[in-house]
């Protein structure tokens, strides 16, 4: 169907003055007065509506809040004009109804809960916070790409199906094609029969394929869904959500640390620069202070501490009652992090060298024989945001990491191999996409910046 888009309208709108135009979209809003009726349209190509003015003398058929009721789908024409707030409206010469949207359509209200809208996962997208997080989503997916591919990463995909569950400590979804068999004798008897001869789960990460593929190709990122079967009933949790893990040959932690700022402040930017109006949306409707929050990550030098620093920090706060006492050893709890990036330093720190105990087999181990080269990037407002390492590449050491951790070794045979063979220092990071997304829109639960989110006894 041939038709401008509402954006490109916007976009240059003195140049669309008394220019005949087709419009296509749906109804957002409809008012009548007695000889006009207002119509506002939106086809999701842009935050504002369209205002079309109908003249009801020379549509005598259109008692327009009848013909146009909220939700109906419809292509306009006619001349745009200047409206008195300076901005393009059109003046309605022609009209076709694309689809109508009878009384019951469910959202006839301008503003819903959140709640109420994630009853109707198909149709909630269609009202205003919904439709501007995914716009928010979508640019920050677009600039990520943007970041690495200008940067010369390539692009990877690595598998969803996976034979290996124990990154995921058990908390994994199975894949199978047959049905429970009572009679088998064992799990190796059962799985055998099985599409892929043994058990198959969806992968809860890229990185150890990512890291087999930065050992070839240098500077790799993945960027697609991951999948954990954890029973995490919180409003940060879902089973299926999205990572973005980029992996970097000849790349020590200090390194890694420096590509995290760099990539985190242009993606920030770009949501700024790029989605201005969403950001004033969600500063006045749900988050007071979100543009400067993110002005602050966009534009302050971030911090580095070390773990062992943070935990003396912590101990010395007198105003604070933490529910968790901070403990060398242990992780830093939520509240902790949150101490330290937004009473501490008020902005963005990397936390580094961890204790080795608190953290998985394949992170480098330090010198002191005590910690190892990994960090955490914790953000006000939110805490952890990013957490990354360098990777061990002595074979020797990350067999025993594996030992101690009650890992089979034989079951990681690529793995190792990639220390075997022209094993070189590198690093990587992940960012859980979803939680950033929740940062940039003031989104308090994770449902809401997915379009079908899917979670313990959720499937809609
Ligand atoms: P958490 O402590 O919040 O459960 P985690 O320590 O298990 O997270 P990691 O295994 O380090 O998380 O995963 C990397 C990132 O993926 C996290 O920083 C977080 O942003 C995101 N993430 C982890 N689990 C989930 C989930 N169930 N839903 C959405 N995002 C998640």
């Not at 954006?7 to 007695?34: A, H, L, M, P």
């Not at 009848?66 to 409206?83: E, I, Q």
């Not at 997080?133 to 969803?160: D, E, I, M």
């Not at 940039?440 to 989110?453: E, K, Q």
């Amino acid at each position: 169907m041939k038709h401008t888009d509402i954006k490109i309208i916007y976009q240059n709108c003195t140049s669309f003055f008394e220019k005949f135009v087709v419009v296509c979209g749906w109804v957002k809003t409809s008012r009548d007065s007695k000889n006009v009726g207002f119509v506002e349209i939106n086809d999701g190509t842009y935050i504002k509506n369209l205002q079309v003015v109908i003249d009801k003398e020379s549509f005598p058929e259109l008692k327009t809040s009848l013909v146009f009721p909220v939700g109906t789908g419809v292509m306009v024409s006619g001349k745009l004009v200047k409206s008195e707030k300076n901005i393009c409206e059109l003046l309605l010469e022609k009209y076709s109804i694309l689809g109508e949207s009878p009384s019951d359509y469910p959202l006839q209200k301008k503003r819903h809960t959140l709640e109420f809208l994630r009853t109707m996962p198909h149709l909630r997208v269609r009202a205003n916070t919904l439709a501007y997080v995914q716009k928010v989503r979508s640019a920050l997916a677009y600039s990520s790409h943007l970041y690495f591919q200008s940067n010369g990463y390539t692009y990877v995909h690595t598998p969803l199906i996976t034979g290996s569950d124990a990154e995921g400590a058990g908390e994994v979804f199975r894949v199978t094609t047959l049905p429970w068999d009572a009679k088998a004798k064992s799990e190796k008897e059962f799985f055998e029969k099985d599409f892929f001869g043994k058990p198959a789960f969806l992968t809860v990460s890229g990185q150890l394929e990512g890291e087999t593929a930065a050992m070839a190709l240098g500077k790799i990122y993945t960027f697609g869904p991951v999948f954990r079967a954890e029973n995490s009933n919180t409003s940060r949790h879902v089973s299926e959500f999205w990572q973005c893990e980029p992996e970097v040959a000849f790349a020590e932690l200090s390194d890694i640390i420096e590509i995290i700022e760099e990539y985190i402040k242009f993606i920030t930017n770009y949501v700024l620069k790029n989605c201005s109006e969403e950001i004033d949306f969600f500063t006045k409707f749900f988050e007071p202070g979100l543009r400067e929050k993110l002005e602050l990550v966009a534009n302050s030098k971030f911090v580095v501490i070390e773990y062992t620093e943070a935990i003396e920090m912590l101990k010395k706060a007198k105003d604070v009652n933490f529910v968790y006492e901070p403990k060398w050893g242990d992780e830093l709890q939520s509240e902790h992090e949150r101490y330290i990036t937004e009473k501490i330093f008020k902005k963005p720190v990397f936390v580094i060298n961890y204790p080795k105990e608190s953290k998985a087999f394949y992170m480098k181990q330090n010198a002191d024989g005590k910690t190892v080269a990994a960090t955490d990037l914790l953000v006000p407002g939110v805490g952890e945001i990013v957490g990354c390492s360098e990777r061990e590449t002595d074979y020797k050491k990350l067999v025993e990491a594996m030992k101690a951790r009650g890992m089979n070794p034989e079951l990681y045979k690529q793995y190792l191999d990639l220390r075997k063979y022209g094993s070189v220092p590198h690093s990587g990071f992940g960012i859980g996409f979803d939680r950033y997304v929740m940062y940039c829109t003031g989104m308090t639960n994770i449902r809401d910046v997915l379009l079908y989110p899917r979670a313990p006894k959720e499937l809609q």
